[in-house]
Structure formats: C-alpha cells, structure tokens
C-alpha cells in the first residue's frame, strides 16, 4: 500500500462524501426527494398513516377492466409512448382481487351497472376508483338513452373524474397522478365502511342516518330500481 | 359461390331477375308492393315468411339476410328482411311483414336463415314483434326484467325499470355440478380479460370440452339507434358512428351513415373528398386490424409484451396520421353529409411525407408480426384446424368481412357494390380458404398491406390534385327533409365486415326509424358453431378471432 492513499478511518468523511455524490454529481440517478429527506441517515421520522398513504398513491394496482370506447384509449395509455408505469401505476391486474385501483372507461347500463358493483365489491379495500369520460360522469352522449346509467356514480363512488370523449392518454395519466397525489396527501378515503359492517363490528348506536337507510330496505326483498326519471 | 382468385367479371355470372319476374315467382304471397329506394319490396302475410324466404333463397339465389328492421307505424307492426346475394349485393330485395297492431305476431325466418334468429330477438326486445316458431325468444340487449319494448310507441320512459335482488342473484351461487352428469357450468365475463369487453359467454363444459356456448350480449346496449332517431341528418347524427365500432374504425362508421343519408337525400359527393375519404377509412381498417392483431396474440400467447406493444405502436402511428387529418385520436366527427369537414392539414406536404414514411416503414413491422405471431409455431399449434367455419354455415349466420373471407367466401362490398374511390383504385379482395382462426388473422394481416396499396395510390392522387378542384363538399341544403314515407338501407366494408344502415324518412328532419346492421352481431352468432365441441382455451382463440366490438354488437 502507497503513502499518498492512506487507509481512511475518518468515518465521518465516507459518510458526507457519499451524500454529497449522490445529492450532486455522479450518484444523480439515486438523488430522489426521499433522498434529501434521507440525507445519509438511513432514518426517517414520519406518521405512520402518512408513509402508508405514501406506499399506497406510489404503488398502484389497476384493474384491468373495459367497457367502452375509453378502454381503446386507456389500453393506448398502458402502453408503449404513454406508458403509465413510468408513474407507479401501470399493471394492470384481470383479478379484483388483486387491484387497488379501478378505472371505469365507459357508458354504464343497466344491465352492467350491477355487474360492475359486484366487480367493485370483489375488490379490496383500500380501493379507488377514478372515472373515465363523459360517460362516468352523467351519461355523456348517450344520457337522453333509456337504458343509460347517467353516471357512475349512480352505482359505486368515484374519487376522480377524468372528461372528454374519450379523454386523451396524457389526460388519464394527468387524472391518474392526481389520484396518486390525493391518496398520497391523505384526501381520498382509503376505507368506506359499510352500514351492515358499522352494525357487525362496532359496538356504537346506530345512528339516525344508518337507521334511516336501513329502514329504506325491505328485507325479503331488496330491490334494484332504476329510476331513469328522477336521476340527474 | 366462387373459391377462386377475384374475378371482375364475377357480376356478369349472376342472373338478374326484374322486380316483376320475382313477383311471379313469389306468386299470390305478395300482396302488395313497397319498394325501397336500394330495392324492390313485397309486402307478404305475416304467416308466409318462410316460405317466401326460402323460395328466393333457393330459387332466385338471395342467399344472404343481411338485416331484419322492426318497426312501429301508427297502425301496423312491420318486419322488414334486408335479401342480398353473396354473389353480387347490388342485387338486393326487401320483404315486408306487416302484423297486426294489437296482436303483433308474424312467422319467424330462422329456419331459413339462422342470422335471423338473433335478429328476431333484437326485434322482440326493442319493438315488441313476437315471432311464432322461433326457437327461442328471449330478450337480447335488454335485461330479463325489463318492463316494455322500449322502441315501441306507447313506451313510458319515465317508468321507473325495477328489478327484484333474487332477480339479480349470482348465477354461480349455488352449486352447479349435477350429480347425474359430468358437465358444468362456466360463466366466462362480462367482466373478463379474454371478452374484448363486457360480453358474457354461458359456456357448458364436459371436463374440459364445451359442449354449449351462448353468448349474453347487451351489456353495453347504448340505444343508438334510439339516439340517431332523436338527432338531425344533417349534423347531430354524425358523432354517434364513431361509437358504434370505437376501435378506432370511426371514419369507416361514418361513411356508412354517410353513404345512406348522401343516397336518401340524394347528394352528389365531390371527388376529391371521395378520395380523402378512400384514404382515411384504409387508414382506420389499419388501426382495427392491428388491435385485431394485439388483442389475439394476447389472447393466443399472452403475449403481453411484445406483439401486443409492437402493434399498439403501429396504431400510435396511425392515430397520429387521423389526428392530424381530423383533429381526434379515436372519436373523428371528420365526414359530413356531402363531403368532409375539412381540406387535408398544411402544410400539405408535411402529411404526405409523413404518411408515406409510415407507408415505407409498414412492410417490416408486417414483416415482423408474421415472424412473431404467424410464423410462431406454438401460435400456430393453438390456431390451425381449431374454430372451424365452413363457408356455407358462415353464409348461413350472415357473416361478413374478415370473417367470411377466412372462410373462403369472396365478399366484400368495397369491390362487390362499389362506393367511394374504390373501383378507381388497384388492390384485391383477400380471401382465405381455410375456415380456421389462423385464416381469419391471416385475411386481416393481408388486408393491412392492401389497405397500405389504397392509402398510397391516395396520396399520389391527393399530391396531384389541382389546387382549384379541391372541393371537400357538395352544397347541401342547411336542413334536410327526404320525402315522406322513404326508405333505404346502404351498406358498406367496415372493418369487421358489412355495416349497414336502414332509415326511413317521414318529412321531418329527423329519420322515423334507424336500423343499423352491425356485422359483429351476426359474426358473434357463429361462435357457437365454431366452440362447440372444443376445448375452452379454442373457445377463447374463436372469439379473439372473430374480432368483436361489444360497442357494436349492443349498439
């Protein structure tokens, strides 16, 4: 061993050179914003709730799910120029059971509409949904049919619309990333609880709206009913 | 029927009859004339129907049942069945049931024609005709519970559609498996990777043969039809085609409205937009084939990866093409009544050279699907000999495009009952006779590179067109009203095979009734014939063939 390279036993030094190149220089591929948030300590200090909802927005599962003309353009967007996994959100899974995420592309009706609650229902929670086209949002074009859902949110909630007819793939990868946002910044629920649930496992009274719903239902004989009319 | 290469002379074959000579062949079943604007009409009791089909199928040679339009008049029910030759479609005959207003019943033409059964169904379900003898009349687009026929006159939209839960139970909840047989029951979607959509098939199996396969349709059952009738011919219409066949097939929809409102209110086309229309729909078959492409190796191989990838970036190309042509990705709007919206998009030359770059580039990536997906031996393990269709059963079912063509019937309406720029233009009819799934890919992989053959004679045509003839549309009245009481019907090549359009006019400026013939609702019937008595992943491979849009089938 020469002189003039010594044994380095100034730890310390490693340490703060081994930021340094990564923070600048050569090391920039690994320079992420956890990375300053990291510095050189492997430590971070965060809610747990915070980090979670961080995993979750940048770490999604999609359903693989078409129905109309959108799923053209969603399938484009999965694919090769708008690749939607360059933003974590790009594999599309044929299970339910397997997706975090659900994207509705296209005209719902009647004969779908409890079809795809059931797809929804098979999901586990967490679970979003975003909406895309016109058609999730009130019917769209084809709204005055008389076999027409007028939006999806007549059957299952949606946490972020995307418009357009169909909407172009960079809109959906826009729609997309702003669901990763709000899941990530905590603004989109991540667990719905259902009235039969609130009465399974909790111990609470159940409370004037549940008691409300619940006397809506008729036991023996629960009714779908699509009330073309009355909708929006 | 001829199995050999395309020949021209094809319609010099095939005799014609005079409207007056099938009268008398048809004798005292007519009993009354109404003719159409595409062809002569005979009005027949409701009772005869078979017997007159079957008389001018197999006497007069109308061997092909390409529509059957229900409708209601204020005082009659009437079924019209839309005859054509497999041979020559410019020879064509209408035959008009009327049934009675208060009890519509008429003959069922299945045993003549089996395309007819589904089309009774659609008719039974929308309108309310009921057709004795037919084998099975269920609703086919709308659910089981609905209440009225929604097409029907004295329909009540406002009627809440109420379905009870037992109504809507899981098929699958109880326990399927008989005790006395081997056989079970498999729902495959309509929420399923492998449907291209939301189809349902209710499949039958013996281990793990099928014994049964019946497709469930409806479930993306839009009411097109119910929506052309509320829009205006002159611009409210054109939107809607696009969304009948979505894959990007748009402007080949659009020509089928185009060409039966442009021939009912008798409207000269331009030229030049003929051939702006010749090039973009060639360039939308191009785009549907390759997804057809995609979507059945992935069907086929699973192929996630590559084909499906390399054939998305072809269509990446193409919608780029469409796009600067018409200002859309997927929905164009680009065709109007008399013309096209606009002139091809400057700097011109920018276009051409950019089309023809895309021209020059598609022989080696056709060149490489047939050394990954046709040259493939697993894929060709999984698709020779499986699916089979025989010509005639497909002539039977009413099949078209590819579909017919992989069976080795020579039909296509671009060459057989020319429109457009086609007959000024050098390319050929594909036809494949080996009636299996790898023929019907292969009809569609050869018809890319004639479409290829169409778009570039188009551009040479286009480059050398002298700047003061550029006329993108003829001059046509703000308003249009065709005359009371008539009615057409005009098809052409979409994509998946004949799309056509039935409308009658009643003075107003909106059509009293719309038909539209989609070929995907009568390609999908013979799914059956080609399943049955497979194995479930060729049932799959079937239908991945058959190339199906539900946007279409449903309307």
Redesign the interface.
Known sequence: MSSDQPFITDESRVVTETRDSRMTGQGDRFNSRLREAFGSSPFILTKFDKFLNWCRGSSMFML??????C???M??TY???HDLDRFGSGVPR?S?RQADVMIVP??I????A???K??YDQMPEPKFVVGMGSCTISGG??Q?????IKGAEEVIPIDIHVPG??P?PEALVYGVVKLQERIANGEAAPVTVKPYELEEFSDLEKDELVETLADQIDED??????????SP | MSLEAPDTTETDEVPERTPDELEALLGDLVIDRDDHLNAPGFVIRPDAVQETLSRLKSEAGYDHLSLVTAQEYENRYESIYHLKKFDDPTQEVSVVVPADKDDPVSESGDAVFRTADWHEREAYDLIGIEYDDHPDLRRILLPETWQGHPLSMDYDKDRPQIATLPEHANPLEDHHHDSESDTMFLNIGPHHPATHGVLHLKTILDGEQVIDVEPDIGYLHRCEEQMAQSGTYRHQIMPYPDRWDYISAGLLNEWAYARAAEDLADIEVPEYAQVIRTMGAEMCRIAAHMLALATFALDVNGDFTATFMYAINDRERVQDLLEDLTGQRLMFNYFRLGGVVWDLPEPRGEFFSKTRDFLDQLPGSVEEYHDLVTANEIFQMRTIDTGILPPEVAKNYGATGPVARGSGVDYDLRRDDPYGYYDELEWDVVTEDGCDNYSRLLVRMREVEESAKIIEQCIDLLEDWPEEERNIQANVPRTLRPDDDTEIYRAVEAAKGELGIYMRADGTDKPARFKIRSPCFSNLQTLPEMANGEYIPDVIAALGSLDIVLGEVDR
């Open positions: 693989q799910f078409g129905i109309a003309c799923s053209i353009e399938m484009h694919a090769v120029k044929a339910p296209g005209t009706v009647s004969k779908f409890p079809r795809m059931r797809v074009p084809f005055e049919g008389y076999n027409v007819c169909p172009r004989e629960l009714v779908m009913r699509y009330n073309f009319a009355d």
